[in-house]
């Protein structure tokens, strides 16, 4: 959104694919989803998506909206990506290894702290996923009624709180 804090140029993505290869030794694909594929030669990437481009932050303008990567939770995402995929923000740095956070065994496993800790468990810029696993985050998300439904029990936060919202705790 214009005035946010960041701003995310091709430098940001090949920074963390740079710091993926460094901290991750085993194979793996490094896949952008972007809207402009065209400023990132040399980086596999996927076609930025509609669906669910037009939600507001329940936060506010000012604010990103990250509703759209509710779509990797879609039954169908494997074709795309994969049996498995972690789907991390731009603006993230790694500083170490970070084989014992990829090479875990469960089927879902999501950074387990918000600004909203006691309403909101989940941070959505980080999480792994098998896809199709946890359908529902997408297949009962209603662009209409959902971002309310996660406001109003004090979910904050656009996909996370759409995300604490719909699995609950203990995820």
């Known amino acids: 959104p214009k005035n946010y804090r960041s701003k995310?140029?091709?430098e940001t993505v090949y920074a963390l694919q740079a710091m993926i290869a460094r901290f991750y030794a085993k194979p793996h694909r490094f896949v952008c989803v972007t809207?402009?594929?065209?400023?990132?030669?040399?980086?596999?990437?996927?076609?930025l998506w509609e669906d669910c481009a037009r939600i507001p932050s329940p936060i506010g303008h000012s604010y990103p909206s990250c509703y759209r990567r509710l779509k990797l939770f879609a039954p169908d995402a494997g074709d795309v990506f994969g049996p498995r995929l972690v789907s991390i923000d731009l603006d993230?740095?790694?500083?170490?290894?970070?084989?014992?956070?990829?090479?875990?065994?469960?089927d879902f496993v999501i950074w387990g702290e918000s600004d909203f800790p006691h309403t909101t468990p989940y941070c959505g810029s980080l999480?792994?996923?098998?896809t199709g696993s946890r359908p529902q985050v997408w297949t009962e998300f209603d662009p209409k009624s959902s971002p309310r439904l996660a406001w109003d029990?004090?979910?904050?936060?656009?996909?996370?709180?759409?995300?604490?919202y719909i699995l609950g705790r203990n995820e």
């Not at 993230?92 to 469960?106: C, S």
Request: proline share 13%; hydrophobic share 35%; charged share 25%.
């Open 8 to 10: 995310f140029e091709p």
């Open 35 to 47: 809207d402009r594929p065209q400023d990132l030669p040399g980086i596999e990437t996927v076609p």
């Open 92 to 106: 993230t740095v790694i500083v170490g290894d970070i084989a014992p956070l990829f090479d875990r065994p469960e």
């Open 127 to 130: 999480w792994m996923l098998k």
């Open 153 to 164: 029990a004090g979910c904050r936060g656009s996909d996370q709180g759409w995300l604490s």
